[in-house]
């Protein structure tokens, strides 16, 4: 597991994604063990859809163990997480009972690197494959695992969710696609969300190692529009919540001018009314002429 305290930040990133589409667990222990897994991923069968999420929605296809890093993973740490794939791979088996697995029913470990190393990438036998785009190295089929270099990914729409968790100018340019998406998008303002979280997190000190000074700025750029976004929302929710009450308060007044003073009960029951129903109400009093039938359009099964 990566060490640094960016880790879970990136760990609620991933489920923003993960949680419609499958079974997410963050900090997931290994059965037996004193280790956990960052994120823990399977995939429900029954949702197919994860075009959207471009190469992090082809990498969950399966069930996967995502073991995010901000920083240069070191050997130990490589070596680390692929010990806990294969502590996992073990549980499957066991609560499969059967002695082996099929490959492709095998859990599959990805390591989202911000940044990388030549060394790093060569001594762990990563190569490219040929249906893979540059930046994903693949180390040896027997391990089951595969590093992401984020800095080296292409920049284009559909490396944007992963590129989110690289460091300074890779995220910082990420960070500014996401602000540039129209308002429509639906994935932009929850997005938006977790970088203002971020923010906060760093003006607090929470995040020591965050250095990049553009990448900050960007982030600076995310919150304010997530806050004035926010207070919009807010302020066009008071806005129908005082239209609605405004309709209220005619509907009673118009049916005390027709079949005259209502009791508590009553002007407690309509100001219980949704929108609907006071539409409706506001219709239908045209027709009252007594308390009696104000009492049966109430009492009616709407």
């Known amino acids: 597991m990566a060490q640094n305290s960016f880790d879970q930040l990136s760990?609620?990133?991933?489920?923003?994604?993960?949680?419609?589409?499958g079974t997410v667990q963050r900090q997931y222990e290994i059965p037996g063990e004193a280790k956990f897994v960052d994120v823990w991923?399977?995939?429900?069968?029954?949702?197919?859809?994860?075009?959207?999420?471009?190469?992090?929605?082809?990498?969950?296809?399966?069930?996967?163990?995502?073991?995010?890093?901000?920083?240069?993973?070191?050997?130990?740490?490589?070596?680390?997480?692929?010990m806990k794939l294969i502590w996992i791979q073990e549980d499957?088996?066991?609560?499969?009972?059967?002695?082996?697995?099929?490959?492709?029913?095998?859990?599959?470990?990805?390591i989202l690197?911000?940044?990388?190393?030549?060394?790093?990438?060569?001594?762990?036998?990563?190569?490219?494959?040929?249906?893979?785009?540059?930046?994903v190295y693949f180390i040896p089929d027997i391990?089951?695992?595969?590093?992401?270099?984020?800095?080296?990914?292409?920049?284009?729409?559909?490396t944007l969710w992963l590129r989110i968790l690289g460091r300074d100018a890779t995220q910082e340019r990420a960070i500014r696609e996401?602000?540039?998406?129209?308002?429509?998008?639906?994935?932009?303002?929850?997005?938006?969300?977790?970088?203002?979280?971020?923010?906060?997190?760093?003006?607090?000190?929470?995040?020591?190692?965050?250095?990049?000074?553009?990448?900050?700025?960007?982030?600076?750029?995310?919150?304010?529009?997530?806050?004035?976004?926010?207070?919009q929302r807010a302020e066009a929710q008071g806005l129908e919540q005082g239209l609605e009450q405004g309709q209220?308060?005619?509907?009673?007044?118009?049916?005390e001018q027709r079949i005259g003073l209502l009791s508590q009960q009553k002007r407690d029951r309509i100001s219980t009314l949704d929108r609907e129903h006071l539409e409706a109400i506001a219709i239908a009093l045209l027709d009252f002429r007594e308390i009696n039938d104000l009492d049966a359009w109430l009492n009616a099964d709407r």
């Open 11 to 21: 760990k609620q990133y991933l489920e923003e994604f993960l949680a419609p589409i």
């Open 41 to 82: 991923f399977v995939p429900n069968p029954e949702v197919i859809q994860t075009e959207d999420l471009g190469l992090l929605g082809r990498i969950v296809q399966t069930p996967c163990l995502l073991e995010p890093y901000r920083n240069l993973p070191t050997r130990t740490e490589v070596r680390v997480a692929v």
């Open 92 to 110: 499957e088996r066991r609560k499969a009972q059967q002695d082996t697995l099929s490959e492709t029913a095998l859990p599959q470990l990805w």
């Open 113 to 135: 690197a911000a940044t990388t190393s030549k060394p790093l990438l060569e001594e762990s036998g990563g190569v490219i494959k040929f249906d893979w785009m540059p930046g």
């Open 143 to 158: 391990f089951k695992t595969a590093i992401v270099a984020i800095d080296q990914l292409p920049e284009t729409e559909e």
């Open 178 to 231: 996401v602000l540039s998406l129209p308002s429509s998008h639906p994935r932009r303002n929850g997005i938006l969300r977790l970088l203002a979280s971020w923010k906060v997190r760093i003006d607090l000190g929470g995040i020591e190692d965050f250095s990049g000074r553009e990448a900050i700025m960007a982030l600076s750029e995310a919150f304010l529009e997530w806050e004035q976004a926010t207070q």
């Open 248 to 255: 209220r308060s005619l509907i009673l007044r118009q049916l």
